[in-house]
């Protein structure tokens, strides 16, 4: 029996959640609205301030779904009341962002500067040259807009400069060995 899937997801005050059709779901709070399409054979019930993820058959594929169907509902109701964050580091000398507008700025060592616009329930925060702060309620966006923050200049294992999530620890090389 899956341990995650038996778990049943308290709803806090002030969030609503919606059980539609085809299992469709949609979870209201203060930071916004999620609604995601869960796998139609997962069986979810609202019960009170709780709801409920029930499996219909002990398959291996209804096994697999249970927990994440119980983690993918959870993920948005503390995405509304709470939100994610994923902070970035950036290593290098000259290598800097800044918050310009509606997006960011980053200077990497490219000849050009390299703008990425805000999208959709994502905010950027810019406490300093060095660090980025991206926050939203959607978990799954936020760890893809942090990702492609990274890619733009991934950390390299010698001297370490790059664009590194803050909790990430880089394998380093030693470089020449010389006679």
């Known amino acids: 029996m899956s341990r995650i899937g038996r778990?049943?997801?308290?709803?806090?005050?002030?969030?609503?959640?919606?059980?539609?059709?085809?299992?469709?779901?949609?979870?209201?709070?203060?930071?916004?609205?999620?609604?995601?399409?869960?796998?139609?054979?997962?069986?979810?019930?609202?019960?009170?301030?709780?709801?409920v993820v029930e499996r219909p058959s002990e398959d291996k594929l209804h096994k697999s779904l249970h927990g994440l169907t119980r983690t993918l509902i959870n993920n948005m109701v503390v995405g509304v009341t709470d939100g994610f964050s994923k902070t970035l580091d950036i290593v290098g000398v000259g290598y800097r962002a800044q918050k310009t507008g509606n997006g960011l700025t980053l200077n990497l060592g490219y000849s050009h500067p390299i703008v990425i616009d805000e999208i959709k329930g994502i905010t950027f925060d810019v406490p300093n040259s060095n660090q980025i702060i991206v926050k939203g309620a959607d978990k799954q966006v936020v760890g893809q807009v942090a990702a492609v923050i990274r890619s733009k200049r991934p950390p390299e294992p010698y001297h370490g400069k790059g664009v590194k999530y803050s909790d990430e620890k880089i394998r380093r090389k030693s470089g020449k060995a010389g006679k």
């Open 7 to 51: 778990k049943h997801i308290a709803i806090p005050a002030g969030v609503e959640v919606t059980l539609g059709e085809g299992n469709v779901v949609t979870v209201k709070g203060k930071n916004g609205t999620l609604t995601q399409t869960l796998h139609p054979d997962m069986i979810i019930k609202k019960e009170g301030a709780e709801i």
